[in-house]
């Protein structure tokens, strides 16, 4: 299964959140899942139900309907599977499809496992993995030990919603009843149910199953595809590799990076890679010294007897040893290994001539100690380490960035390493809400006493006082008497009752800025607040 292209994300969840996410996927499909489902399901069900009608046994139409839900649900099924990996299939492609898809592990649904309560859960293992027969078993019950409870509770749960559909539709027959001929109704339906239902209530009744089943099948098969994709998620993990997949992504997509950092630290491992002792010293036995000194030099004999590669005493290391038997003549042997040496063939040489400074004694003598110091291992090579010197000092610089900025930063960080990180709130001022209530009794003036609440700071208050007044002004010129705690769209109903077009005009402003401030908290300007109480002052003609 390519896990690596699914379009749902794959988590550890719990039962009921997968479940969940198998309605999701069925609702995110449910063009490509009920339409091929209803071009199967109707034409079944009206070649079942025209049979029973003819051999009058509505009842084998209802069994015959119930034992092919697998058949519906495998379409769905089919739909999902490919879904998830974002391949929706065309209605006509599903159908296509049923004809050759899945019936290897099939047949066991429509035959002994039809009575199965796991077939959501189960079905997958047999269409969607394609094992022989007997891997099929190990799997079924390898997936269903882990979801066994809720696998049973859902099959349960989709029952209890198909009799929910049949008696809704059932009860919706009579909502189209009278209320007056309702319980005639009612005992002239029980009187046909008790006795012989007629055939065309027999169908009815079908057709209600069928359309319970062609609503809920899908939701069933995508609720149990979805605990079986949480099975193996839980079993295989599936999850950990998806990380660690775009885990892989992501450092490929960082190659050029690494490159860079290769290629920079590479000088570094040129300079360690010369530094005496990286490579192994290569010696000479002490057999194969020439007696006249005229193959090698006192210097390279010291080298070689100071190598501990080839110890002097080694009694392997001898000619009796290397070639057995009787020794050869040494002499002898060592004039054939000169002359090897010297022979071209064997180990090619050429004369190279350079121009060379005259050291002086003082120099002679550093270089000779700086040699020693190599061979003790305490010098350090000399040669062009320009680049290796330039990368190690832009690592250094890196690394005393790095330093500074957490210095720099120290007072953010560590209090959060000594568990004292939490962030302080802002104290914020407490709000001061002023209860706004009504006045009970209006003043004489109501417009002067809106003025003085408003220069107190309570403009709530005032334009409480404005709306109250306008109230009692509206309620004497429509003639109305409005009950106790009448709402701002009562008041507003009663206003049409006035007599001329200005005062609904005004009252319905005094109600739309009262209800701005009171709901809103929007106060309108100081100038739009006297500009309204004195409109209501001269057109409501209260005292001045």
């Not at 919706?172 to 149910?193: C, Q």
């Not at 002086?360 to 090579?381: I, W």
Request: charged content about 25%; aromatic content about 10%; glycine content about 6%.
């Amino acid at each position: 299964m390519r896990i690596d292209q699914l379009n749902v994300n794959l988590r550890a969840r719990s039962e009921w959140e997968a479940m969940e996410l198998g309605t999701a996927l069925v609702r995110r499909h449910a063009r490509a899942i009920w339409l091929p489902l209803v071009c199967v399901s109707l034409p079944l069900f009206v070649l079942f139900n025209a049979a029973a009608w003819w051999a009058d046994a509505f009842g084998w139409a209802w069994i015959a309907m119930w034992w092919i839900k697998p058949l519906t649900d495998r379409i769905a099924l089919y739909v999902i599977s490919r879904g998830v990996f974002g391949d929706e299939p065309r209605p006509l492609q599903t159908l296509r499809a049923q004809r050759s898809w899945g019936w290897t592990g099939f047949w066991g649904y429509l035959g002994w496992r039809r009575f199965s309560p796991f077939r959501a859960l189960l079905m997958p293992v047999n269409l969607l993995e394609g094992s022989d027969a007997q891997q099929r078993g190990v799997r079924r019950r390898a997936v269903l030990g882990g979801a066994f409870g809720p696998a049973l509770l859902l099959t349960t749960v989709c029952m209890a919603f198909e009799l929910v559909i049949v008696s809704g539709c059932i009860a919706a027959i009579f909502l189209f009843v009278p209320f007056d001929l309702l319980s005639d109704s009612w005992r002239a339906a029980w009187e046909m149910v008790s006795e012989t239902m007629p055939p065309w209530a027999k169908l009815g009744v079908n057709a209600f199953f069928w359309l319970a089943a062609t609503l809920i099948g899908p939701f069933y098969a995508g609720a149990g595809f979805a605990l079986y994709l949480n099975r193996r998620t839980e079993m295989e993990a599936w999850d950990v590799e998806i990380a660690f997949r775009r885990l892989r992504e992501r450092l490929q997509q960082a190659a050029p990076l690494l490159v860079l950092a290769l290629v920079l630290c590479w000088p570094m491992a040129a300079v360690h890679a010369t530094e005496p002792g990286a490579a192994p010293s290569c010696s000479v036995p002490q057999g194969a010294f020439d007696e006249d000194g005229e193959a090698y030099s006192d210097e390279d004999e010291d080298e070689s007897e100071d190598s501990p590669d080839v110890p002097a005493d080694d009694p392997s290391n001898t000619p009796a040893v290397i070639f057995g038997g009787t020794a050869p003549d040494t002499a002898g042997f060592r004039q054939a290994v000169q002359r090897g040496y010297e022979d071209p063939l064997v180990s090619s040489t050429r004369q190279v001539s350079r121009w060379e400074r005259t050291l002086t004694d003082a120099e002679k003598e550093a270089e000779k100690n700086e040699r020693k110091l190599d061979k003790n291992g305490k010098g350090r090579p000399k040669g062009p380490l320009l680049p290796a010197q330039i990368a190690e000092w832009i690592l250094w610089g890196f690394v005393g960035l790095l330093v500074v900025l957490l210095v720099a930063t120290a007072p953010r960080w560590v209090r959060w390493l000594r568990g004292t990180g939490a962030r302080r709130r802002t104290a914020v001022d407490p709000v001061l809400e002023e209860a706004v209530e009504l006045p009970e009794v209006i003043p004489p003036d109501p417009a002067a006493r809106a003025r003085d609440l408003w220069q107190q700071g309570r403009p709530r208050q005032a334009l409480a006082l404005l709306y109250r007044a306008s109230v009692e002004s509206m309620s004497e010129r429509a003639e109305v008497v409005l009950p106790p705690g009448a709402t701002e769209a009562q008041c507003l109903r009663a206003s049409r009752r006035m007599p001329e077009e200005a005062d609904r005009t005004l009252f319905a402003q005094v109600v739309r800025v009262w209800q701005y401030a009171a709901y809103a908290g929007r106060l309108p300007e100081p100038e739009d607040f006297e500009t309204l109480a004195t409109t209501l002052q001269t057109q409501f003609r209260w005292r001045a």
